[in-house]
């Protein structure tokens, strides 16, 4: 199930919940819905795997209380977020949730939005195939 937090339609009210499996919860985000995963991670003790692109960091006082294990996406060329993704994966490093932190070389944030300039088919895919992998592993 995928929520759209920027509808304006209202149509995330009948989605049917009856789908989703409360063991087998994962997230991902992109850009604002990547910090959206990384924060939720700190706080939702129940999901299982998370994937955040080329999102903020989590506030790394609160990376201790995740229990998800958590995969983050990085584009090269991004520095405003990948240039800060060093202390999330030391603030990762010093806890015992499983990890991996990856920067996709030559690329630029929102390298996997395919309607943007940015948009890089390739590392797209391996992103993306990476993170259909860490889901398979980890929920």
């Given at each position: 199930?995928?929520?759209?937090?920027?509808?304006?339609?209202?149509?995330?009210?009948?989605?049917?919940?009856?789908?989703?499996?409360?063991?087998?919860?994962?997230?991902?985000?992109?850009?604002?819905?990547?910090?959206?995963?990384?924060?939720?991670?700190?706080?939702?003790?129940g999901?299982?795997?998370?994937?955040?692109f080329?999102?903020?960091?989590?506030?790394?006082?609160k990376?201790?209380?995740i229990?998800?294990?958590?995969?983050?996406v990085?584009?090269?060329?991004?520095?405003?977020?990948?240039?800060?993704?060093?202390?999330?994966?030391?603030?990762?490093?010093?806890?015992?949730?499983?990890?991996?932190?990856?920067?996709?070389?030559g690329?630029?944030?929102?390298?996997?939005?395919?309607?943007?300039e940015?948009?890089?088919?390739?590392?797209?895919?391996?992103?993306?195939?990476?993170?259909?992998?860490?889901?398979?592993q980890?929920?």
């Amino acid at each position: 199930m995928a929520v759209d937090l920027l509808s304006r339609e209202g149509r995330t009210a009948s989605l049917d919940s009856d789908a989703v499996s409360g063991a087998l919860i994962a997230m991902n985000g992109y850009c604002f819905g990547g910090g959206i995963t990384g924060q939720a991670a700190t706080e939702l003790a129940g999901l299982k795997a998370t994937a955040a692109f080329y999102g903020p960091a989590p506030d790394l006082n609160k990376v201790p209380a995740i229990k998800a294990a958590a995969s983050g996406v990085y584009a090269e060329l991004d520095q405003r977020i990948t240039g800060a993704m060093p202390g999330l994966r030391d603030a990762l490093d010093a806890t015992t949730v499983t990890h991996q932190l990856t920067v996709y070389p030559g690329v630029d944030h929102a390298f996997h939005n395919d309607t943007g300039e940015r948009n890089n088919e390739t590392q797209a895919t391996a992103a993306w195939n990476d993170t259909l992998a860490w889901f398979g592993q980890h929920v």
